[in-house]
């Protein structure tokens, strides 16, 4: 059954450095999307894309994000000065473009971000 | 932003229960879906509701789209020792352009269940 993949699983990083997050989103799905998750809190929406822009963000997403989709097949995000805040799990997700379904977003298994 | 409250926040029951949890929202959802996350681990779809009134089953899952279109609940029958983890509501308000915006999700509810 098709996934969507993250890498890392985890990152380590120092306060003020840049982070790369990447994912490969479900091969056929066309929308593409990054959450966020303070341990113990609730997943929380950062940006979609779509037709390789931005749909929506929240606001959350700010200055210092930003997102890429490179080739065919990666989506990522990057920050640009990791802050203490900034730890947390981040989430990937993709649907796919069906009248009906296109809600339906899966996700990935996730990149911890601990920022030092 | 957009507010989902989720109870109730944690359920300790026995094996072979039936549970019952539920989202309500101050305003209209044409969406709701909902996932269970296991420990580490991503969010996954359990079920997803477009219609207000409408009832979906998966297995031993049930979720329901209330008539105001500002409520869900799911229900779980039988329960069994893998069914623990959080679950969650999620959706997308009434408002929104549609396919690539965001999920609002609710806080979750813990489920425990005791052999």
């Known amino acids: 059954e098709p996934e969507v993949t993250q890498t890392p699983s985890h990152q380590v990083t120092q306060m003020g450095q840049e982070v790369i997050l990447r994912c490969v989103p479900i091969s056929n799905h066309l929308y593409f999307y990054w959450y966020r998750q303070i341990l113990g809190q609730k997943v929380e929406f950062l940006v979609s894309f779509y037709n390789n822009e931005i749909s929506e963000k929240s606001e959350i997403f700010d ?14 995000l990057k920050i640009r000065s990791t802050k203490l805040e900034d730890s947390a799990m981040y989430f990937c997700a993709s649907s796919a473009l069906l009248a009906g379904s296109y809600n339906e ?11 030092l | 932003g ?47 509701l477009y219609k207000a009134g409408e009832l979906t089953s998966n297995g031993r899952l049930t979720a329901q789209f209330g008539i105001t279109r500002k409520d869900s609940f799911l229900n779980i029958s039988a329960s069994i020792p893998s069914d623990v983890g959080i679950y ?4 997308q308000p009434m408002y929104s352009g549609g396919g690539a915006d965001g999920l609002t999700f609710g806080k979750g509810t813990h489920l425990i269940i005791q052999p």
Do not use: H
């Not at chain 1, 200055?63 to 990522?76: A, I, L």
């Open chain 1, 63 to 76: 200055d210092q994000f930003s997102v890429e989709r490179p080739d065919g097949s990666n989506f990522t």
């Open chain 2, 2 to 48: 957009q507010q989902l409250n989720q109870s109730p926040q944690s359920m300790f029951i026995q094996e072979g229960e039936d549970v019952s949890m539920n989202c309500t929202s101050s305003s209209i959802f044409n969406t709701w879906l909902w996932y269970k996350q296991d420990p580490g681990e991503g969010p996954v779809l359990l079920i997803a």
């Open chain 2, 88 to 91: 969650f509501c999620a959706g």
């Open chain 1, 105 to 115: 977003q899966f996700f990935g298994p996730g990149t911890r971000l601990t920022v």
